[in-house]
Nanobody, 120 residues
Framework: VQLQASGGGLVQAGGSLSVSCAAS????????MGWHRQAPGKPRELVAA???????NYADSVKGRFTVSRDNAKNTVYLQMNNLKPEDTAVYYC???????????????WGQGTLVTVSS
């Protein structure tokens, strides 16, 4: 299973940006899809996640500003980021918990990361 992230880039504070991540390969079912981020010198942290039925979970720091969504037909997860702040600057990593068959266990896979830079 491969996860390919796209989007990201440079934006001014207060602006918006979106990132997406598509999963491909031997996929029978995807449970959770979401995003973590890692800023320089800081540990990786959960940003947002969405479970198959649509339940979402957000870090307190992004609630009300970020929206996670998914297209199950495309095995793709999206992150819409609004009112961005300099402290949102980080490498954003997508992930998905996937099983390759009905009898297989779910495994977690990670994308390659995409850089989001917010200038003040």
């Amino acid at each position: 299973v491969q996860l390919q992230a796209s989007g990201g880039g440079l934006v001014q504070a207060g602006g918006s940006l979106s990132v997406s991540c598509a999963a491909s390969g031997s996929i029978f079912e995807i449970d959770v899809m979401g995003w973590h981020r890692q800023a320089p010198g800081k540990p990786r942290e959960l940003v947002a996640a969405i479970i198959g039925a649509g339940t979402t979970n957000y870090a307190d720091s992004v609630k009300g500003r970020f929206t996670v969504s998914r297209d199950n037909a495309k095995n793709t997860v999206y992150l819409q980021m609004n009112n961005l702040k300099p402290e949102d600057t980080a490498v954003y990593y997508c992930y998905a918990t996937v099983r390759g068959s009905r009898l297989a266990s779910f495994r977690q896979y990670w994308g390659q990361g995409t850089l989001v830079t917010v200038s003040s």
